[in-house]
């Protein structure tokens, strides 16, 4: 059962890489920061292999597309420099097994309890994902992101939390948090 859920995962990894891979070279080209921000050093591939690798020494993967696995969990991190765009995600289950009331309490959860990790469906998959913009992407936002999209994998099915905030005002207010991991990724990520 472990397999054929990790096999899943992977496949489902495989498919949606591919797909955005071949959307991120029909893209437009992201406009250039202004002249101010160019001498900015940002995020780079470079930069997310030696995190993402710091996390899985075990990783898979070339610049722009890597595999690895966080707290059991199959995680794919995709970048478009051209596009300056990067993406976190990680299977969550089959979209069509997702009952009508579990989609109710998904979009309730991306108001208030996922924070910056949303969960999203695409090529009848549901995901965890988290979407930025790669220059401006700090160390601390990524390690923090990777624990969020890691988070919304494991908290499925019951508090629907990323492990960080609760924005007030919506639904989420009294579930439980999971910050641990975040915590953890940050001190084992940032000491690279």
């Known amino acids: 059962m472990i397999l054929a859920k990790t096999v ?3 496949a489902g990894l495989v498919t949606l890489a591919a797909v955005l891979a071949t959307a991120a070279v029909a893209a437009e080209p992201a406009p250039s920061p202004p002249a101010a921000a160019e001498s900015t050093p940002g995020m780079t ?3 997310l292999e030696a995190l993402i690798r710091r996390i899985d020494s075990n990783a898979q993967g070339r610049p722009g597309f890597w595999t690895f696995t966080v707290d059991s969990r199959a995680v794919a991190v995709i970048t478009d ?3 300056g765009r990067m993406r976190i995600i990680s ?3 089959k979209a069509d097994d997702v009952p009508a009331d579990r989609l109710h309490r998904l979009l309730q959860a991306n108001f208030d309890s996922t924070l910056d990790a949303r969960y999203a ?6 995901w965890s994902a988290f979407v930025h913009p790669l220059a401006a992407l700090t160390d601390a936002q990524f390690l923090s992101a990777l624990g969020q999209v890691v ?3 494991l908290t499925y099915g019951s508090t629907y939390s990323s492990g960080a905030l609760v924005f007030q005002g919506g639904d989420s207010a009294a579930e ?3 910050r641990e991991l975040i915590q953890r990724l940050l001190k084992k990520g940032l000491e690279v």
């Open 8 to 10: 899943f995962r992977l």
């Open 81 to 83: 420099e051209k596009a």
């Open 45 to 47: 591939n470079a930069r």
């Open 176 to 178: 439980q948090q999971r």
């Open 121 to 126: 469906i695409a090529k009848g998959t549901l």
């Open 91 to 93: 299977a969550v289950a």
């Open 151 to 153: 988070n919304l994998t």
